[in-house]
């Protein structure tokens, strides 16, 4: 169960992140500050996935806080 949800979490955030992103993906300033201001809007933190990379946008999750 905990597996579907980091697997259905990593594909919400690709999903926002695609969006952000025109640089294929790319972890830069701006779209890590959109993605952090969409998941905060949203009432989350923003957060590096455990073992994710950190130059990746895939990598980070909006959790609950």
Known sequence: MRILLVIS???LCAACAS???PDGGV???DALKK???VCLAKG???Q???EGDPQ???AYV???K
């Open 9 to 11: 979490s990593l594909m």
């Open 19 to 21: 969006g952000v992103t």
């Open 27 to 29: 972890a830069s300033y």
């Open 35 to 37: 993605a952090r201001d």
């Open 44 to 46: 989350g933190d923003l």
């Open 48 to 50: 590096l996935a455990k």
């Open 56 to 58: 990746s946008i895939t």
């Open 62 to 64: 909006c959790k609950r």
